[in-house]
Structures are given as structure tokens and as C-alpha cells.
């Protein structure tokens, strides 16, 4: 597919929206009663001919504000479900089915029971207290989805209705918007080469952080995101969900900056080593101009939408100056980005926001008066010296209560960031949680917080407008208990305990358990899920979810320590692996016991890293090298390990492989998806933020850089016992081999396989055997 020819402002604002209205009324009409065949065809793609024992009917509920419900009943083998929307059928059917252990949908597997396995049940009628159950993140698009296609696609949606999802993010192929938007603009392909971030960075050029990072972004990439939206949300439609859908938030290419030098567009902050980015003011015409471009050519591409995100400070300071003004406002103008790091006038600070808000909301009505500004709340917890009380009201006090939405993304890093912004003014707000960052995957989440947390929100009298709750990690693929127990939640599955829960679980993701499993398990979430936060993966400003994954330092040796209980990760393991050859035809209780087994390791690594470096501290260097050969033979054991989970290096870099159409936009792709979960980018703190626990990783990229730091280190210790040379370790000279030594890594394009173990359960036990050894 050809990009759009050029065309001039006149001819593209005199385009009419006829386009537009034509595409978004061919969408699939909304379900009406006993129009069932989305949910249907869901089933069956989930559960197989299964799925023709499953008897639906759609009810929808009279009024808009009615809570959503299913009802399932099972007999002799058929299953009836009643809902009120299409989502809720699917979540319906499979919520019977999971609990009376005869199904399970997860991101590693599915499987379900033949109907003459399916005992009799009903569910009564099951009402979620949510008007809408949310899903994903903006940064999902970039850690977890650049390289899927239509199979995968499809995969996650089907997974979304069978949890009852009807609100994700729909963040795929805006590209193709924003290209045709910036040619009609004047700019060139030339421009847009340098604009577009690479396939693995995007959300972060989305939403203003940085620009043209592994730039270019080709433009087959472009096309098959385009083409991939379109199934996309019209699966999502014909399933009744109503995805939120990208707009413009102000953030211009340089090069439309460098033509528009008096309209106020500020130079925002840059992160160390990435280029500024440019935010054009939201009082300029310019700005309403742009939103209601974008907005119709998103619907003539894709259909109309009701809920549009536009993110104007995500992790970016507002420009406004001491004095409350618009902190000089020229481009190229550096007092914007120097004023922002004072805090202005509370009062003139308020009068500004309140600007800066109302504009946005005009802008937004201007372009569709039926379409709902909304945006992720992150920020007012990340920032809470900028964003107090005070500076949320005023940002939002000239947007009318029916016009915003806000994504309170972020209440297990930040709890309680609703009662701050006092429940947001009235305005519509999603509670949820991130949990994952960086799709970075130590085994952690806290079920017992969310069941307490959730109980208290929907029992709480200060709520407002709240209108949902959802779960937003920035990463898929680990942890599925931690997703499964949360939207449960939202189902109102909070009456019975957590214990019975667990049971539940476990019989529907192994196909049955005894009380010794369900004992083990409930040790696990004691030890591994009672924890709200993984703190170590920000450490003394280094990322990295273990210490190993972090970029090499003798501060090490004052690490606090990691969350959870270690002797009961311990007991858990060791019970786990006791009952193994129970459930060994299982595939998904030996991938949860690597996992489990992996995470023990990982902190075992990390606790011999430093007492390797402490010992060569102390010039200890028989005490260094056990420990030393310790968290190697750990690291090489672990990475054989975890070719028992369905992602590893290999895998990541083959899909971004997989995903050209030829050699220069392969070696683009792997190029960024190297960078991504090693060095990220820049030359700050971001390095290994997003880290994995994978097979490739440990042995090729993690290890080494160790082996590097601790032979230098060694070195130093050596020359102090022998008296020999200068003793002083230079650690700044050798973290600056280590860095060339990544950037070189990235670089290649060395080819990994995955190799999954022959046998996972004698090699779990082989690894307890050695932690138990000096």
C-alpha cells in the first residue's frame, strides 16, 4: 500500500467527513436481542466443538446504567448462558466452565473438557459493580505487540471477552493516521524518515517522549499495522466492546515546528541522549485544526469511536513558567523547558492548567462534539510535587463532567491516587493497576491486596463518576494468576475465599488438585504474591527486575533485599516439585513450577553476586571465586531452565525477523528488538528496563556482563594481595567497556534457538540440589 499522496492544507480541510460517517455506519450494529454469532464464534474459537453444546441468549439491559450480568446453568452436558451483552455470554460460558474445572483460557494455554466431563452447575445471576472492565497500556503496544499479527491478535481478543473485557486500548495502526496527516501537513517522506520511531519504540514517539529513535520506521510496518487495525476493531465491535481509540495530544515533528515558528510550540525535556520533542500549545488554532484532522482520518480509516487518548504530559512537565505564563512559548525558545523546572505561582499555575484543559476539551468538541477526551492518569501519581490537589482541579475545572475520562492507571505503585484528585471533580474515571512494567516478569502481584483494595472501592461513598476498572500492564505474558484473580474481582468474585479460590484455579489450569497442591499454592502466594510492587526493578535509579539483569555495580552490596518471604519460596518450590509427577502430563503446572523454580534462582544469583563483590572488597579471594562460580553455574542453569517457557530471545528476535518483507526492514526490526530489552535507549537510566527472565538472556547478555565487572574486580583484589600494581578498581573505565560491549551486542545479528529442556523437572531439581550448596 502506497502512503497517501500530498496534498495541500486547502484540499485536505476541504475534504467533507462524508468518508468518515460512511465508514463508521458500516461498522457491525450493536448487539440486539438474540443476536448471538460474535459470542458464538468466540467459543468456538476458544473452546472447539465444545463450543456447540453452549446454548446463548442476549438480553440487553434497558437503560445504559444497568449493571452488566451473565447467568450460567449447565445440564447433562448443555450449557445455557443469559447476558446482557456479547461480552458477557463469553464470560459467562467461561466462567461456569473454569470453576467447575473444566476449562481454562490463559496466555500460555487453553484447554477445555469434553461435555461429558461437565458436571451440573449454575452460577445464578452474576453482576460486575463496573460499568466497564478496562485493558492494556499504552506501552503494551511496544514491549509485548509490535511483531504480532492477526493469529495472535485474535488470540488476545477472545481472551479479553472470556475475561470480560469490553474497554481495551486499540492502539495498533495510527501510523498510518499520523503519515497522512503530516503529508497533508507539507511535510516530506524525507521529514517523516526522521520522525518516526522504530517498531519497538512507539508508544513512546505517541505520546511525546521521544522522536525518531531507531529511526526509520518502514513503511510496510505502517500498512500491516493499518490492516491489522481494521480486524482488530471490527472483532472488538462485533463483540460489543468499545475500544478506546489514539488522538492527537499536541506533540509536532520538529519539522513542522521549524514552519510554524509563530505559533507557540515549546521544546519539551529530553531524556539523556534522545532529541527534545515539540508541543504546540492547545490555544493556537493550529491545535483544534489538528485534532479534528486526525480524528477524520482515523474514522474514514477505522470507523468512529466514542473514547479518543490524548496524553499531553505523560512524564512531561506542563510549560509554564513562574510567573504562570507560557514560559516563553517560541520554538526553539529553551526558557519553556527551563521554566518548567521551577514551580510557578500556585495560583497562576491554576490559571494556567485550567487553560491548557479547556483548550484541549474544545479542540475535542470543535472536532466531535459526541467524542470523550480521555487520558491516562499516571502522572498525578508520578509526579505528585507538580500535580497536587490543586493543579488536577484546576486542569480539569473548565472540561464539562460528560467530556473526560480518566485511566487511574497506576494504584498499586501509587495507592490512592483518586483521593488526591478527589475522585477526579465528578469527572468519568477507571480504577486499576499496572502490575507489570517493561513486560519485565519476576513472579509477583499481591491477590490479597486487590481483593481488599477493590472491596473497599466499591464499598467507598466518594467514588464519584467512577466508571470501571481495568488492569494496564505495560507487558503480557507472565504472571496469569495475578490477571485471572483481578478480573475475577470484577465479576464481584470477592464473596468466597481465597483459599476456595485457589482450589478453583488450580483444578481449572491443571484439570484437577488435591489439598497438598492447594496447601502449596497457597504458600506461593504467601511467599511470591503478597507483593504490590517489585521494588528492585528501580534501584538507586538502575533498572533491571534482579540484580543480575542490572548494568554491573559494587553498590550491590547495600541491597535491602528482595519483596516477599524467601523461605516460603523456598517451601512453596520444594512442595511444588515434590508433587510434580502428579501433574507431570501437564504442561502448564511444569511451566509454573519453572517458573517458580527461576525466580528462587534469580534471587539466589543475586544474593551470590553480592557476596562476590563484597569478598573481592575485602580482598577475600577464595570466598569471591566460590561465589562467583556459584551465581554463574546458577545464571547457565537457569537460561537452560527456561526453555520451558514459550518465550526466550530467540523467539522475541525471530518475531521481529519474521515480521519483513525484506532484509534492510529485518535488520531494523531485530536491530530494535535487541535494543529494547537490553540498553533501551538513550544515555540515562533506562537501560534494562525492559528485562527478562529468558532463556538467551542470562547466558548471552546478563552473564557476560558480570564476568566482565567481576574479572576486573578480582583483578584490582589480586594486585592488592600481591602487592603488585595499583589497587584502586576503576569501575567508571570498566562500565564504559561494558557499554561498548552492549551497544556491540545489539549491533550483531547473531541468531539464538530456543531449546526447550528435556527434562524440566529433573533439571528443577538439579537446581534446588545446588542452591543448597556454598
Known sequence: MNPPPILSRRQALAQPLAAAVAVATAQPARARAGDTQASDQALRRLFGANADRIRLSLEPSASDGAPTWYDARCRAGRISVRGDTPVALVRGAYAGLRDAGCAHVSWDGTHAKPPSAWPDFATGRVESPFVHRAYLNTCTF????????????????????????????????????????????????????????????????????????????????????????????????????????????????????????????????AGAGFHPTWWLDPAEPLFAELVGRFMALYDATYGAGTHYLADSFNEMTPPIAQDGSDAGGAFNDGAAQQAAKAQPDPVLKARRLAEYGKAIHEAFRKARPDAIWTMQGWLFGADQKFWTAEAIAAYFSQVPDEALMVLDIGNDRYPDTWKTARAFGGK??????????????????????????????????????????????????????????????????????????????????????????????????????????????????????????????????????????????????????????????????????????????????????????????????????RSRLKAKDLALRLDALMGAQPHSLATWIDAARAYADNPADAAAYVKNAKAQVTVWGGQGNLSDYASKAWQGLYRHYYWPRWEMFLGGLRAAAARQVSGNGPVRFDEPALIDVIKAWEQAWVARDDRYVREPPADPLGDVRRLLARLEQA
Open 142 to 269: 511496544g514491549y509485548t505487540t509490535p511483531w504480532w499479527g492477526w493469529e495472535r491478535w485474535s488470540r488476545e481478543i477472545d481472551w479479553m471477552a472470556a475475561h470480560g473485557v469490553d474497554m481495551p486500548l486499540a492502539m495498533e495502526g495510527q501510523e498510518f493516521v499520523w503519515r497522512a496527516l503530516w503529508r497533508e501537513m507539507g511535510l516530506s517522506p524525507k521529514d517523516l524518515a526522521g520522525y518516526f520511531s522504530g517498531a519497538a519504540f512507539t508508544p513512546w514517539q505517541r505520546m511525546g517522549n521521544l522522536e525518531g529513535y531507531l529511526a526509520p520506521l518502514p513503511n510496510a510496518w505502517i500498512d500491516k499495522k493499518r490492516d491489522l487495525q481494521v480486524k482488530i476493531l471490527a472483532r472488538m465491535r462485533d463483540l460489543g466492546m468499545k475500544p478506546i481509540l489514539p488522538a492527537f495530544a499536541g506533540y509536532v515533528p520538529r519539522a513542522f515546528a521549524e514552519r510554524h515558528t509563530k505559533a507557540r510550540i515549546y521544546r519539551m525535556r
Open 428 to 625: 468519568r474515571w477507571i480504577y486499576g493497576y499496572v502490575h507489570n512494567y517493561g513486560a519485565s516478569n519476576p513472579v509477583y502481584g499481591d491477590l490479597g491486596y486487590y481483593r481488599a483494595d477493590l472491596k473497599a472501592l466499591t464499598e467507598s461513598h466518594e467514588t464519584k463518576a467512577l466508571a470501571g476498572f481495568g488492569m494496564f500492564p505495560e507487558g503480557l505474558d507472565n504472571n496469569p494468576i495475578v490477571y485471572e484473580a483481578a478480573y475475577d474481582l470484577a465479576w464481584n468474585a470477592g464473596d468466597a475465599s481465597q483459599a476456595d479460590w485457589l482450589a478453583r484455579y488450580a483444578r481449572s489450569r491443571y484439570g484437577r488438585t488435591t489439598p497438598p497442591l492447594n496447601a502449596a499454592l497457597g504458600r506461593l502466594v504467601e511467599a511470591a504474591y503478597s507483593t504490590r510492587y517489585w521494588t528492585p526493578r528501580w534501584w538507586k535509579d538502575r533498572a533491571g527486575g534482579y540484580l543480575l539483569q542490572k548494568r554491573p555495580t559494587s553498590e550491590i552490596v547495600t541491597f535491602e533485599g528482595h519483596p516477599g518471604d524467601r523461605a516460603k519460596l523456598k517451601a512453596a518450590v520444594h512442595e511444588l516439585t515434590r508433587l510434580a509427577p502428579d501433574f507431570a502430563h501437564q504442561p502448564l503446572y511444569i511451566r509454573d513450577l519453572a517458573d517458580a523454580a527461576r525466580h528462587l534462582g534469580s534471587e539466589e544469583i543475586d544474593l551470590a553476586l553480592m557476596a562476590t563483590v563484597a569478598a573481592y572488597g575485602r580482598a577475600d579471594l577464595p570466598a569471591g571465586d
